[in-house]
């Protein structure tokens, strides 16, 4: 017997141990000023179904992309022909600049609001970069927030923040 409670007490503080090597694994924090939402995408490598605008939208439309893949970030967004994704830029009735909507845990939709562009950019390649490059940030399951120097903020000034901010490229990686 004496035997046998030494084998049991050992496995229970083994057992003991184990449990709790995992809780700590599982209760990893988020980042302070994490603000994900998680209605994005599951990795960050997204192909987009090749668009094609006059040159006026085709510039700032490519330069969303290739800044977000610019930085020290997983973010790489890519044309591909068999790609679900889609990013389509028309005129729509609502107030909305851009909007993000997934489609699957790897398809997304991102629209862009000619109209209201139009109407209110000052500077037109900077704003649409701007929207663009904000819609692409909740496909990287980045949400709204109130941080001045946030791409993702709903407040900033489209017409000059067109890249992806260091808090923005933070909460990437630590997203994924």
Not at 67 to 75: C, E, H, L, M, V
Not at 76 to 84: I, M, P, R, T, V
Not at 156 to 175: E, G, I, K, L
């Amino acid at each position: 017997m004496p035997f046998r409670r030494t084998s049991v007490r050992r496995s229970s503080i083994a057992a003991a141990a184990l449990a709790a090597a995992l809780v700590a694994v599982q209760a990893v924090p988020a980042p302070a000023l994490a603000h994900w939402n998680g209605t994005g995408q599951l990795n960050a490598y997204i192909g987009i179904y090749p668009y094609n605008y006059n040159g006026t939208w085709m510039t700032p439309l490519d330069r969303s992309l290739s800044n977000w893949n610019a930085t020290a970030s997983p973010a790489y967004f890519y044309k591909d022909n068999l790609a679900s994704s889609t990013l389509t830029v028309t005129n729509y009735s609502d107030t909305w600049y851009g909007y993000y909507q997934a489609c699957g845990s790897s398809c997304m939709y991102v629209r862009v609001n000619s109209r209201t562009i139009n109407r209110d950019a000052s500077n037109f390649s900077n704003f649409v970069t701007s929207v663009v490059v904000h819609e692409l940030g909740h496909a990287l399951n980045l949400a709204h927030n109130d941080l001045s120097a946030s791409i993702m903020n709903h407040s900033r000034n489209r017409n000059s923040m067109t890249t992806p901010q260091s808090h923005d490229v933070a909460d990437v990686n630590a997203y994924y």
